[in-house]
């Protein structure tokens, strides 16, 4: 469990359903909560929101015990906007409250993050949420967020290869959870930790999140395959020495995997 800045417990380990078609979304979180995931990340652009609700509904795990966040889609932008997208959202979830709502992208062409956090405040502060934050944001978006009101945790796209170091180190700083998106470089890392693994009898995947653990990162790998859903929560068996950690982290090469926060703006704003 990590306590973000407001004093909510979030658990380390996330579910992440991005990519899960929705026709697989309930499946697939029926199993991670049979495992032992209490964490489940979705979002409206996933398109999967309403399988997440049916399986956290369906599970028999009493609603407090599991942790859910969604996220605004990025043509969802401005106060209004933003105050009816989170209502849809749970309208698709078929739950009463997100645990976490964040902004999923800055999306700075359209200028309006400002407003849409604004409105994240007064969800968060009329208690339909527990917690509010931000995804994609650098440190340019985060500067110019409400100094009063900081976000709980910033989701970004982080793994071996993609450390993203300034902007962790500020979000730390600023008592701001780091979570990490693609935590497994979506799977592409997993083959430079083939000998730690082997040391360890564990497997490449476990290697990786176990680092971001001990980072103290939040983490939310994705997979479709049980084995691998099972595999990827079971991570107390083992702790990386200094040496691996170190090792781990040394295999930064700066190249991001997905969208560039700067620019990224699919959608219209409606
Ligand atoms: P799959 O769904 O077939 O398991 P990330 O979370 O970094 O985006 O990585 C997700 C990708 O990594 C998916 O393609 C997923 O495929 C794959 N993956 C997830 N867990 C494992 C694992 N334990 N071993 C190998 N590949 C994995």
Redesign the pocket.
């Known amino acids: 469990m990590i306590t973000l800045n407001n004093g909510v417990r979030i658990p380390q380990r996330g579910f992440?359903v991005?990519q899960v078609p929705p026709d697989e979304t309930q499946r697939a979180v029926e199993q991670a909560i049979e495992v032992g995931y209490r964490h489940i990340d979705t979002a409206a652009a996933y398109n999967n929101e309403a399988g997440v609700g049916a399986a956290v509904r369906a599970s028999g795990v009493p609603r407090e015990e599991l942790f859910v966040t969604t996220k605004l889609r990025n043509g969802e932008h401005g106060y209004e906007s933003a105050l009816r997208a989170y209502d849809e959202s749970l309208q698709r979830l078929g739950l009463d409250y997100a645990d976490l709502y964040l902004l999923h992208w800055p999306n700075p062409t359209a200028d309006l993050y400002v407003d849409s956090w604004r409105a994240l405040q007064r969800i968060y502060t009329d208690e339909r949420t527990r917690a509010i934050g931000v995804s994609n944001f650098l440190p340019e978006h985060l500067d110019r967020l409400a100094k009063e009101f900081v976000p709980a945790v910033n989701q970004i796209e982080l793994?071996p290869t993609y450390q993203q170091r300034e902007l962790t180190d500020l979000c730390r700083e600023r008592s701001i959870a780091i979570e990490a998106y693609?935590?497994?470089?979506?799977?592409h890392d997993?083959r430079h930790v083939t000998k730690i693994a082997a040391a360890h009898q564990v497997?490449?995947?476990q290697v990786v999140l176990r680092w971001h653990l001990q980072l103290g990162h939040l983490v939310i790998?994705?997979?479709?395959?049980p084995h691998?859903i099972r595999?990827?929560f079971d991570l107390d068996g083992f702790v990386l020495t200094d040496a691996e950690m170190a090792a781990i982290s040394a295999l930064d090469s700066g190249n991001r995997l997905g969208n560039d926060p700067r620019t990224f703006a699919i959608s219209q704003i409606r």
Request: glycine letters at 14%; proline letters at 14%; aromatic letters at 4%.
């Open positions: 992440g991005f793994h693609s935590p497994l470089g979506q799977g997993l497997t490449p995947a790998p994705k997979s479709t395959d691998r595999t990827n």
